[in-house]
């Protein structure tokens, strides 16, 4: 058994156990800023979508929602601060804001 895999264990009280499948096999969300954080590019093996959305859009909150309530809130959480970290004058703390706001997040 790989690192990675233990990491993800069914033992790990903080990764609900239906995703503990998709964890181990590395199906996380992924958020890639662009355009100095007016887009962001989404991809989501756990619902197999993909798309790219204006940062601020009511599209990209519904886009993030199910995979928030299916318990990866606090990890694409934590994307926004790293990305609001590196760039502060791109906006994510607005975008964060709004999530938190629509009971997203």
Known sequence: ???RNKKFSASNKDTPASLVHTAATGDLPCLLPVAKGQRVHWFCPLQKT????????????EAIREPCALGLADRIRRELKHFDAHNPDHGWDTVITNLEAEGIL
């Open 50 to 61: 993909t798309g790219s959305y204006a940062s601020h859009s009511s599209e990209f909150a």
């Open 1 to 3: 058994m790989s690192t």
